[in-house]
């Protein structure tokens, strides 16, 4: 299971009751955060999440709102007694900003060791620092400055079946092994494949975040079946779509409309701007366009 939270729902600037957009996804004790705009600890502290089991952050692009939390994110994990290193994802030439916001940071009691992604075309890693079954995945949005999407693809083991372990008389400490999908070989020369002591396999889960982007056509094929579509959504208002095309955002119309393209089981909208004071105002217009619509409010949790 993973556990996912939105830190805060906001765009362009945080307000009193709104952080800026960042996610955090938890996955056996290990989690990943993606962006990290100012006071991202603090909304982590306040919905009751631990800074201190984020193994990676991934940033979308470096306009303030999405990178400026990282000197304040790094060195409050550091009181938290952290030696192990962290990994940083971002676009390639995010990388001299992040080194630059480091700077601030002093000596950190970890090391914290930065990779540059691929900003013109798709691209996918293992993330084995957190579980050798999660592959993230990215895609190049389209906004003023280079900026990613993200997919965390996690491989779901296959239920194991004891009963058939015990029958061919396979050790225990096997068990595991022949449950992460390896072939064992036991003291009497017999190799069992996985599929002898497993059952139907499971469908990945599939989590998609974009922000900061037009309503490209790539969209619909990057979130294709997500179980959780995350999306921005800067204002319910269709007359300002001109405008938002102007500056490279979306609409929670637009996001709305990917969501049913992608067959995506839900969609959370997010990174509304500050002039949206409420924008619960839309979900029923929302719905109509895709039933599975929420939007969003800081702290809002699932279990997948």
């Not at 204002?235 to 709305?256: F, T, V, W």
Request: proline letters at 7%; a negative charge.
């Amino acid at each position: 299971m993973a556990d996912i939270c939105l830190l805060g729902t906001g765009g362009m600037l945080p307000l009193p009751e709104r952080f800026l957009t960042s996610l955090y996804a938890e996955y056996n004790g290990k989690a990943i955060l993606i962006d990290c705009g100012e006071g991202t600890q603090v909304a982590a502290a306040k919905h009751g999440l631990k800074i201190s089991r984020i193994e990676a952050i991934l940033i979308t692009h470096c306009h303030a709102d999405h990178v400026t939390g990282l000197p304040g994110l790094l060195l409050s994990i550091g009181n938290s007694s952290r030696t192990k290193p962290i990994d940083i994802f971002a676009p390639e030439n995010c990388l001299p900003v992040i080194e630059k916001l480091m700077s601030v940071c002093g000596g950190l009691p970890y090391k914290v060791e930065l990779h540059g992604l691929p900003e013109d075309r798709n691209y996918e890693f293992e993330a084995d620092m957190i579980d050798p079954l999660l592959t993230i995945k990215t895609m190049p949005l389209s906004h003023r400055v280079s900026c990613l999407g993200y997919s965390l693809v996690l491989r779901r083991r296959p239920v194991f079946l004891p009963q058939n372990a015990k029958a061919m008389n396979i050790p225990v400490e096997f068990w595991k092994r022949l449950h992460n999908g390896e072939t064992v070989t036991l003291a009497d020369g017999l190799r069992v494949p996985p599929e002898a002591v497993t059952g139907e396999k499971k469908k990945p889960l599939k989590i998609t975040y974009v922000t900061d982007t037009l309503p490209i056509p790539e969209l619909g094929l990057f979130a294709l079946d997500s179980d959780l579509f995350i999306c921005e959504g800067m204002y319910g208002i269709p007359e300002r779509k001109e405008s938002m095309n102007e500056k490279c955002h979306m609409l929670m119309q637009d996001a709305c409309n990917i969501a049913l393209e992608a067959g995506a089981k839900r969609l959370w909208l997010t990174h509304y701007s500050p002039a949206e004071k409420v924008p619960s105002v839309y979900a029923e217009e929302l719905r109509k366009i895709f039933s599975e619509t929420v939007v969003t409010e800081d702290g809002a949790k699932i279990t997948l």
